[in-house]
């Protein structure tokens, strides 16, 4: 089936999908004195995991184990934990405004290993030179540092690493799933093996790191549902019923609104301060990943303005 082109429907939804995403970070740091955001994660991680396999269920789906394909699905569970694990002790450190743009340069990472790994994937010099724009943009926002850090710079700085760490892991995750058997796989699959192995592990790792008590209050409850059944659950559907009817290429240029919101909302809800020179690398990083990611969409827009 030919994906159709974005209309104001689509457009619509992806607005749910990128105000949702860009407003996760901003809640897991606005209650991480009622819950450390990793405990969070893990718990909002189990509930969707719930959630996605009682869709499952309900279709007659069964999760996929056999010819060694639960292989690359524990590994992206395993990584996907990873990433989390780094955004949720990067955000103990860190601002949601930082966090929310290092976390989403993924894309850029997972484009470096595709290069490398699938033949297809070959990046072009204009996207080698959208990597070295994003590139030039995280530099900016690490090391040009205003008066408006609170606290400890070195643990901020080590909190952005961890942060950015969290969007290598999530460009691995994208490496193994495509380049494994999961592609093939329905996505339900995928994302419940990475939600029960995060909620399994995280849960694990918040006993062990002294972070699993909760101070349960009317703001964290709300957080919480918002986080298990729209980020892990409602988010997802709303993604890939969208992918089914529409050009990825173009939904994936949208999607660079979520780290736009994330710094948004940051700076609204949170009062965190937004540095000249973070805003300046930002506009990088974000330029860079349309580069990189936005190409088809570019050629798209081109070959239509040529026959109209």
């Known amino acids: 089936m030919e994906r159709k082109p974005v209309d104001t429907h689509a457009f619509g939804l992806m607005l749910f999908v990128c105000i949702s995403l860009g407003l996760q970070q901003v809640l897991l740091k606005m209650t991480a004195a009622d819950i450390s ?3 969070q994660i893990a718990l909002r991680s ?6 996605i396999a009682a869709v499952m269920i309900t279709r007659r789906e069964i999760l996929t184990i056999e010819n060694g394909i639960w292989k690359p699905g524990l590994l992206v569970g395993l990584l996907f934990a990873l990433e989390y694990l780094f955004l949720g002790e990067g955000l103990r450190l860190t601002s949601a405004t930082r966090a929310v743009v290092l976390l989403y340069t993924a894309p850029i990472f997972a484009a470096l290993g595709l290069h490398l790994l699938v033949p297809s994937e070959r990046l072009t010099p204009m996207q080698w030179g959208g990597i070295g724009i994003a590139f030039a943009g995280i530099a900016i ?3 040009l540092r205003g008066a408006t850090v609170h606290g400890d710079l070195h643990a901020v700085l080590f909190g952005d690493a961890l942060c950015l760490l969290a969007g290598v892991t999530w460009g691995a995750t994208t490496i193994v799933v495509r380049g494994s058997r999961l592609a093939a796989l329905p996505a339900r699959q995928t994302l419940l093996y990475q939600l029960l192995i995060a909620f399994v592990t995280l849960s694990i790792a918040s006993i062990v790191m002294g972070q699993a008590q909760i101070n349960w209050s009317g703001v964290l409850i709300g ?6 059944f729209i980020v892990s659950f409602a988010v997802f559907l709303v993604w890939f019923h969208l992918l089914r009817l529409y050009r990825a290429s173009q939904l994936g240029s949208l999607s660079f609104m979520t780290p ?5 909302l940051s700076a609204v809800i949170l009062d965190e301060p937004i540095e000249a020179s973070f805003v300046v690398g930002t506009a990088l990083v974000i330029t860079g990943l349309m580069v990189v990611n936005g190409k088809d969409a570019l050629a798209d827009f081109v070959r239509r303005y040529r026959r109209s």
Not at 46 to 51: D, K
Not at 223 to 228: E, G, K, L
């Open 223 to 228: 957080s919480f549902t918002f986080q298990a």
């Open 37 to 39: 955001p990793l405990f």
């Open 46 to 51: 189990g509930v969707g995991a719930a959630l």
């Open 141 to 143: 926002a690490f090391l």
């Open 260 to 264: 736009i919101f994330g710094v948004i």
